[in-house]
């Protein structure tokens, strides 16, 4: 049952809502505009603040999902994660386009949200505390994430969904890789 759940957490993960709302709303093809990403960000960009909106909440979902499929059948903790970075490699590698998706953000958030509401404060409060120092959204974000494994562990979890954490932040990170480059030659 567990690996049908890891399948499924992929596959939810490979829906990508920035194809479908551009192609649907916008009668075009969001991989051929902008960035090129699938994402909320270049979406909102190109389209405004209602085709961000929508592509982030339909992305952020699918993290909710997994986390909520994995309760339904009283899967553990450590199991969450996993399905939640299986979530995660299907929004960046969607077998649905290519192996070519997003960047994670809005699964990453819907999900650990879903799986421990007590981090929206530890990630909104770092993001407010880095935000006037780096003038980054990318990288107050990321910086941010950075405490949730941390805050994981003084809120008992154990070291496998530290671990767990830290492989799905690691999944984020590399595909930001070419971003932070960019911004710290900056």
């Given at each position: ?24 709303l916008f009668h075009k093809d969001i991989r051929r ?71 994670g953000i809005s699964t990453f958030i819907g999900g ?75």
């Amino acid at each position: 049952m567990i690996w049908l759940y890891f399948v499924l957490s992929y596959l939810i993960g490979s829906f990508m809502f920035g194809f479908l709302v551009t192609k649907t709303l916008f009668h075009k093809d969001i991989r051929r505009e902008g960035s090129g990403n699938v994402g909320a960000r270049n979406a909102g960009r190109l389209h405004g603040k209602k085709a961000f909106v929508l592509i982030f909440l339909g992305d952020a979902l699918k993290g909710v999902l997994v986390i909520l499929i994995a309760r339904y059948f009283g899967f553990s903790a450590q199991i969450q994660l996993v399905g939640l970075g299986l979530a995660i490699l299907g929004h960046l590698k969607p077998i649905t386009l290519n192996f070519k998706g997003g960047k994670g953000i809005s699964t990453f958030i819907g999900g650990i949200i879903m799986f421990e509401p007590l981090l929206v404060f530890v990630i909104a409060g770092v993001f407010l505390v880095l935000f006037p120092f780096t003038k980054s959204f990318t990288f107050s974000g990321l910086g941010a994430f950075l405490f949730i494994p941390v805050f994981l562990l003084f809120l008992d979890y154990d070291w496998i969904c530290f671990a767990a954490a830290l492989g799905i932040l690691f999944f984020i990170f590399l595909a930001h890789w070419e971003n932070i480059k960019l911004r710290l030659r900056r």
